[in-house]
T-cell receptor, first 112, second 108 residues
Framework: NAGVTQTPKFQVLKTGQSMTLQCAQD?????MSWYRQDPGMGLRLIHY???????DQGEVPNGYNVSRSTTEDFPLRLLSAAPSQTSVYFC???????????FGSGTRLTVV | RKEVEQDPGPFNVPEGATVAFNCTYS??????FFWYRQDCRKEPKLLMS???SGNEDGRFTAQLNRASQYISLLIRDSKLSDSATYLC?????????FGGGTRVLVKP
């Protein structure tokens, strides 16, 4: 049982490049979300989804796009990478409001 | 004001001692509450849910005070392995909101 899988684990981008961070879960969870965590700070919500075809913005959505075409996948797209997007990105999934949520192991992104 | 606020610490705790810390939340409509644990550079992992009546899981006790909008976590008989950052997490409005975390360092 893989849980929540994030790829890649590490990535270096140049300013202005675009890329997609992948997140997949095999637990049939309705809820999926993306967070970023900067050094010494808590997790900030970027985007979330309560089911296939439904997405909404979190606290820090600017510069990021998401889509949810299937229950399993919730990719995060960086449109034009900026140094301010250097961070660790975590994907999480769970049952809406029902309990704990499972996190992926994170993607460490550096934008130079 | 942040939606979920925690004392960042660190709380330096002798091995075997008891440590307790709180978090406050601003949205009175929040529905569910959790404590997560995060080790350095790793993903957060669920420690325990928090129920209105209070609940215990081994050496960990969680309390919820809806009237004052705070959640607490108490760790008894601290172990070196309890050193971590403890994240207070609130569910409401279809969003999971994290506090900034409380760092706990257990020392021999």
């Amino acid at each position: 049982n893989a849980g929540v899988t994030q790829t890649p684990k590490f990535q270096v981008l140049k300013t202005g490049q675009s890329m997609t961070l992948q997140c997949a879960q095999d637990m049939n969870h309705e809820y999926m979300s993306w967070y970023r965590q900067d050094p010494g700070m808590g997790l900030r919500l970027i985007h979330y989804s309560v089911g296939a075809g439904i997405t909404d913005q979190g606290e820090v959505p600017n510069g990021y796009n998401v889509s949810r075409s299937t229950t399993e996948d919730f990719p995060l797209r960086l449109l034009s990478a900026a140094p301010s997007q250097t961070s660790v990105y975590f994907c999480a999934s769970g049952v809406v409001g029902a309990g704990g949520y499972t996190f992926g192991s994170g993607t460490r992104l550096t934008v130079v | 004001r942040k939606e979920v606020e925690q004392d960042p610490g660190p709380f330096n705790v002798p091995e075997g001692a008891t440590v307790a810390f709180n978090c406050t939340y601003s949205n009175s409509a929040s529905q569910s509450f959790f404590w997560y644990r995060q080790d350095c550079r790793k993903e957060p992992k669920l420690l325990m849910s928090v129920y209105s009546s209070g609940n215990e899981d081994g050496r960990f006790t969680a309390q919820l005070n809806r009237a004052s909008q705070y959640i607490s976590l108490l760790i008894r008989d601290s172990k070196l392995s309890d050193s971590a950052t403890y994240l207070c997490v609130v569910w409401g409005g279809n969003k999971l909101t994290f506090g900034g975390g409380t760092r706990v360092l257990v020392k021999p």
